[in-house]
């Protein structure tokens, strides 16, 4: 009994001290790839949008998103609230939900008809897979195609503008 009882002691600790570990995916794609990956997003207007179609900004911010994301809220509404700091960066909003879902949430956040802003849905799930995002919202910040950042649990605001202003 003693013995089952330690047993059982360890096994909690060390699944506890694994749920802390590092939380990227080791095989993750971007992790070799730096470059901005190829993808095709259908916008909230419906249109499809693929990365050799979109604006050329110096900084392109990918962000994977959940609508029902609290942490992704905060994140939309931070950013909306500093608009003169992201003139110079592109921002892609990816989600995996429902359509009606992203546009309810573009309208809460002003995101529709942004110059630049890109939001919808990436119905071959090519973001995701090259990410690998094990939470929302995820955050990979490019200086011109090329792999700055990533924020697997989304960033505060001004460590977004240090980067921009830095670069």
């Not at 909230?44 to 992704?72: A, L, M, R, W």
């Not at 119905?123 to 990533?150: D, E, Q």
Request: charged letters at 25%; hydrophobic letters at 35%.
């Amino acid at each position: 009994m003693k013995y089952g009882l330690t047993l059982l002691l360890s096994l909690a600790f060390l699944t506890q001290i694994n749920a802390q570990g590092p939380t990227v995916d080791p095989n993750a794609p971007y992790l070799k790839d730096k470059q901005l990956p190829s993808f095709s997003i259908t916008s909230v207007d419906g249109k499809e949008i693929t990365n050799k179609q979109i604006p050329k900004y110096k900084f392109t911010c990918i962000i994977i998103f959940s609508p029902d994301c609290p942490h992704c809220e905060k994140e939309a509404a931070e950013i909306n609230k500093y608009p003169e700091k992201f003139k110079n960066v592109l921002f892609i909003w990816d989600s995996y939900r429902d359509m009606e879902s992203i546009k309810k949430f573009a309208e809460k956040y002003n995101l529709i008809n942004q110059p630049n802003v890109v939001i919808g849905r990436d119905p071959n799930f090519t973001l995701p897979t090259f990410f690998r995002p094990r939470m929302t919202p995820f955050m990979a910040i490019y200086l011109k195609g090329t792999l700055l950042k990533v924020y697997e649990q989304g960033t505060d605001v001004f460590e977004l503008v240090k980067i921009i202003e830095s670069n």
